[in-house]
């Protein structure tokens, strides 16, 4: 036995160190696939290039809106100062008695005309920037547009109709250049909501 166990002792232990080598050939590291590597090189290539083609296309849209708004507001500030000379034009032509103005004094009624010409010239060129005057009356109160200076009692029209503009108010584009200054309706029916499906109640 002890001839059997010094025989097989070492040769074994020969055998498992002899065996160590032949399994590390026989499992070498992988190296990886080029061409999986390179399709996940491209993988990657192609997203950040739609990334980028998408992050292009919100900028080019926004650039044009900016410009675009840029177009249409950028005479804002000039017009509001514009819209407080034509309202001084009016008070002119509102301060004229109507004495006056009916006794026919030719230097009189020629001021008249030129002061009236003037403002209807200002207008037009600002209605050719895209300044538009608001015509709130009859119309229900918004307060986008509109600002009420005072109440009216009147029962015959709904509750908020605006009655008189003390002040024209202007848009420019879809923003408000100036409110309309106006008077509103009290007392009247109020207007319940469409969604109610009800006729308005008093």
Do not use: C, W
Request: charged share 30%; glycine share 6%; no cysteine.
């Amino acid at each position: 036995m002890t001839d059997d166990t010094n025989k097989h002792g070492p040769e074994a232990t020969d055998e498992v160190f002899d065996a160590a080598p032949d399994a590390a050939e026989a499992a070498p590291v992988a190296e990886p696939d080029p061409l999986e590597l390179a399709k996940a090189e491209s993988a990657e290539l192609r997203d950040k290039y739609l990334r980028l083609a998408a992050e292009m296309d919100n900028l080019r849209r926004r650039t044009e809106r900016d410009v675009k708004d840029a177009k249409s507001y950028s005479v804002a500030g000039f017009a509001r100062d514009m819209l407080a000379v034509s309202d001084n034009l009016r008070r002119a032509l509102d301060a004229i008695p109507a004495e006056a103005k009916e006794a026919g004094e030719a230097g009189l009624n020629t001021l008249i005309e030129g002061v009236e010409m003037t403002e209807r010239s200002m207008l037009s060129a600002l209605e050719r920037h895209g300044v538009k005057k608001l015509e709130p009356e009859g119309q229900k109160f918004d307060p986008n547009f509109h600002q009420a200076m005072f109440e009216i009692p009147n029962a015959e029209v709904p509750n908020n109709t605006v009655l008189q503009v003390v002040q024209a108010g202007y848009v420019i584009g879809d923003r408000v250049l100036r409110p309309a200054m106006v008077g509103v309706s009290k007392g009247g029916p109020k207007v319940v909501a469409a969604e109610n499906g009800d006729a308005p109640s008093a």
